[in-house]
C-alpha cells in the first residue's frame, strides 16, 4: 500500500508539472501573439506613412493644396485623400492600426483636411449616411486623443487651414511628414 501512495504522489505531481508547463505555454504563446499583432500594426502605418509621402497622394496632397488656395471650394482630388482617410479609419475601427499612433502620424492633415471639408463630407452623407463614416468616427476618436495629450489642433481656424494648405502646397514626393502644425513664436 506505501508502494501505491508513492506512485499515486509522484503521478499527481507529475501531472501538476505538465499542467503548470500547459498554462506557461499558453500565456507565452498569448504574449507572443500580442507582440506579433503589435509589430503588424507598427508595419501597417509605416506602409501607409510611405504610401501618404509617395505618388500619386504626394500629387493629390499638393494639387488640392494649390487648388485650394486658388479658391477651389471641393477640389475632385480631394476625394483621394479622403478615401485615403476612409481607409485608415477602417483598419482603426478593425484593430489593424492603433488610433494613438495615427493621431500621433496624421493628425496633424486629418484634423485640416476634415475641417477644411467637413461641410462636403456632411453633404455626401445626408445621401447616404455611412459615407465616410470611418473617417469621421476616427475623427472624434482623434479628438478625444488631442484632448488627452493637452494639444488643441484638432479644430484649426479658417486660417490656420489655409497655412496649412501653403505648407502642402510645397509636398515634395518622398519628404518626411511633419507632425503638427508650426508654431507661431510668442511676443514678449
Known amino acids: 500500500m506505501n508502494c ?12 501538476m508539472v505538465l499542467a503548470g508547463t500547459g498554462v506557461w505555454a499558453l500565456i507565452y504563446a498569448h504574449l507572443q501573439l500580442k507582440q506579433t499583432r503589435e509589430s503588424e500594426k507598427v ?17 493629390y ?5 494649390e487648388k485650394r ?27 489593424y492600426l492603433d488610433a494613438d499612433d495615427v493621431w ?10 476634415f475641417a477644411d471639408f467637413r461641410d462636403d463630407i456632411e453633404q455626401e452623407q445626408r445621401l447616404d449616411k455611412n459615407y465616410y463614416g470611418d473617417f469621421c468616427d476616427l475623427i472624434m476618436r482623434l479628438h478625444k486623443i488631442e484632448e488627452e495629450m493637452g494639444s488643441s489642433d484638432d ?14 502646397s510645397k ?18
Open 155 to 168: 479644430r484649426p481656424s479658417k486660417e490656420e487651414i489655409m497655412d496649412f494648405w501653403r505648407d502642402e
Open 104 to 113: 500621433s502620424s496624421f493628425g496633424y492633415w486629418m484634423f485640416n483636411t
Open 171 to 188: 509636398t515634395i514626393v518622398g519628404s518626411p511628414l511633419k507632425k503638427r502644425k508650426r508654431r507661431k513664436a510668442v511676443s514678449a
Open 69 to 95: 488656395l486658388k479658391g477651389t471650394s471641393y477640389p475632385p482630388e480631394a476625394q483621394k485623400i479622403i478615401d485615403f482617410f476612409e481607409t485608415i479609419g477602417l483598419l482603426v475601427r478593425r484593430g
Open 61 to 65: 496632397r499638393k494639387t488640392v493644396a
Open 43 to 59: 508595419k501597417h502605418l509605416v506602409e501607409f506613412i510611405e504610401e501618404f509621402e509617395r505618388e500619386p497622394m504626394a500629387h
Open 4 to 15: 501505491n501512495v508513492i506512485t499515486d504522489s509522484f503521478t499527481a505531481a507529475g501531472t
